[in-house]
């Protein structure tokens, strides 16, 4: 498994999401390109949910720079740890990282029109550096790496949130070109696989170009979480 790369990773921040969910059929039959997979995982908030989400649980007005992500380690984990209800539900905290430095010049302006328009004018000289905003704002040894995912700007996975459509696209086709490359969670292990894909899913999809590769990390894995209903 690839692991590292030499590529400017810049943290966007991190979430707590919910552990142990079956594959629903809809989704494996309409957007899955590995059917044989284990749970799926990525950085879109409508596949991988979050426990805010699922849970239903209220959570400060303002969490981060980048939409549902918070960014600060800390105030993440401990918000959660007072939260007790009658339910409880397995969960993992992660890590979302942006790999930059691949992205074209284009699609660096991207996020430099994106993200200067919801944090400090400072933004421009950390993403110059390749420096997070984040807290931490660099990865840590101790985190696994679960996989590459493909996603447009606001979180959107190419991945596994753009459907197919049989009347122009042969499904059966798809899913022998690129099953072979995923992982049991359904993202790229490989770099160049999924540099590959990007670059095909912003002619594919072109309504959410461009679209960027992200790293997913396991910061922890939770066993339970108090909530109200699940």
Not at 159 to 181: K, M, Q, S, Y
Not at 186 to 206: G, T
Request: net charge negative; proline share 4%.
């Amino acid at each position: 498994m690839n692991t590292t790369t030499n590529f400017g990773e810049w943290i966007l921040g991190y979430d707590a999401r919910v552990s142990g969910r079956k594959i629903d059929d809809r989704l494996k039959s309409n957007f899955l390109y590995r059917l044989d997979g284990a749970e799926v995982y990525s950085i879109d908030p409508m596949i991988w949910p979050s426990v805010f989400d699922a849970c239903h649980l209220s959570k400060p007005s303002y969490t981060g720079f980048w939409p549902d992500l918070w960014d600060n380690l800390d105030a993440l984990t401990k918000y959660l740890s007072p939260i007790k209800a009658l339910q409880k539900i397995p969960f993992c905290i992660i890590g979302v990282e942006l790999l930059y430095d691949i992205c074209t010049i284009e699609e660096k302006r991207e996020w430099d029109a994106l993200l200067g328009g919801c944090a400090s004018a400072g933004i421009q000289k950390t993403l110059k550096d390749n420096v997070s905003l984040a807290s931490p704002c660099v990865r840590e040894e101790n985190w696994s790496f679960l996989g590459y995912d493909i996603a447009d700007r606001y979180g959107l996975s190419g991945l596994t949130n753009c459907g197919f459509d049989p009347n122009i696209e042969n499904v059966g086709e798809l899913r022998l070109r690129w099953a072979v490359h995923l992982n049991e969670h359904h993202l790229f292990d490989d770099i160049d696989r999924a540099v590959e894909f990007k670059d095909w899913s912003n002619i594919r999809v072109r309504e959410h170009a461009p679209f960027f590769v992200y790293g997913i990390w396991l910061i922890s894995a939770k066993t339970d979480i108090a909530v109200a209903d699940y």
